[in-house]
């Protein structure tokens, strides 16, 4: 399944998120047990299990919704869910450390630290832009934020979705038409920090960065164009974001 900001699962864990933020944890709770109860697919039912994880009143209930949450995820074993095992395994230390169970907090500290790894996103991987390119060119870290555009950017990004790499094109500055670019790196990638275990778990958005250029390899047209009233609501969203950028 690739990542839907618009899927009723994924939208019920936001709206949990939402009363989190809120102070109303049981409000929250019973959204993220909706979620599961309503899954349809693996993914889905791993999103909901690591929200639930975080509402259960007790270390050991924490830890069986945590592990169901892990066994999920090791069962799907893309690149969606991958990122999400260190912190998996890290959570699942910490409640065997709080349950006296020395040797599996060791044993899972000890994969927490071994799934550091760099990404293994094999791609393809693509660029939205609104700049007019041409296979060969290459794109260099250095340009404005397209969400703040006061801000030099260090790396240069692109994801394995096409259809993020087209909102980013929507969503990106300039006058002239949205396009896709497959792109390849010219040196090493980590996951975009920005998005890796933030509101999701892991990196669901297959979106990366590089201090290296990318390579323009080919322009890509087939991709599920946002509506107008859909890249406004985005770009409302963006405009009231006060986070800051990990740049």
Request: net charge negative; hydrophobic share 35%.
């Amino acid at each position: 399944m690739e990542f839907n900001p618009s899927n009723a699962i994924v939208q019920l864990c936001l709206q949990g998120m939402g009363m989190e933020e809120k102070g109303k944890p049981g409000e929250a709770g019973k959204l993220f047990l909706q979620a599961w109860n309503e899954a349809t697919n693996p993914f889905e039912k791993f999103l909901a299990a690591h929200y639930l994880a975080r509402h259960q009143p007790t270390v050991s209930d924490k830890l069986k919704w945590l592990e169901t949450a892990l066994q999920i995820a090791l069962e799907i074993n893309n690149d969606a869910v991958k990122s999400a095992f260190p912190g998996l395994y890290l959570n699942i230390a910490q409640c065997y450390e709080e349950l006296g169970d020395l040797v599996n907090a060791k044993k899972n500290y000890r994969l927490a630290a071994s799934f550091k790894d760099k990404p293994s996103d094999k791609g393809p991987f693509y660029h939205g832009t609104r700049a007019d390119l041409q296979i060969g060119d290459l794109l260099n870290p250095g340009g404005s934020s397209n969400y703040k555009p006061d801000l030099k950017m260090n790396h240069i990004y692109c994801t394995a979705l096409v259809n993020g790499a087209g909102l980013a094109a929507a969503l990106a500055k300039g006058e002239g038409p949205e396009r896709v670019y497959m792109v390849e790196p010219t040196g090493s990638f980590e996951n975009d920090p920005n998005v890796t275990d933030k509101k999701f778990p892991g990196n669901p958005t297959r979106s990366y960065r590089s201090l290296e250029p990318l390579k323009i390899v080919d322009e890509i047209t087939d991709w599920l164009r946002q509506t107008p009233e859909e890249i406004q609501k985005w770009r409302e969203k963006l405009a009231n974001n006060t986070g800051d950028i990990i740049n």
